[in-house]
């Protein structure tokens, strides 16, 4: 099975894609002076969470398989968000447009 990762770039909440929440979060936590590995473990903890969540939210898990995939995914996501910064910024920007060029038009 192949990692697809538009799919993966434009899961979203209501039309709000979950990686540019947990960019907008990283990014008020940056506000507040925290930096450094406090930053990244920020990122980290909010991606899994948020990751974690989103799953929860599409299908409960009912078993250990179903738990085990709600925790690889939060750890991706968080693992994704809690790269540089301008990293992230780059790939949300560069996901977007793919998003975008793949809607019709109205």
Do not use: C, H, R
Request: hydrophobic content about 50%; overall charge positive; proline content about 4%.
């Amino acid at each position: 099975m192949e990692f697809d990762f538009l799919k993966f770039f434009s899961v979203s909440v209501n039309g709000i894609p979950i990686l540019m929440v947990i960019a907008a979060l990283v990014f008020l936590i940056k506000q507040f002076g925290v930096s450094g590995k406090a930053l990244t473990a920020s990122s980290l903890a909010l991606g899994t969470l948020m990751g974690g969540a989103y799953q929860y939210s599409v299908l409960p898990p009912k078993d250990f398989a179903g738990w085990f995939a709600l925790v690889v995914y939060g750890i991706t996501l968080g693992a994704f968000t809690s790269m540089d910064y301008d990293l992230i910024k780059g790939l949300i920007v560069e996901q977007t447009a793919k998003l975008l060029s793949k809607q019709p038009s109205k």
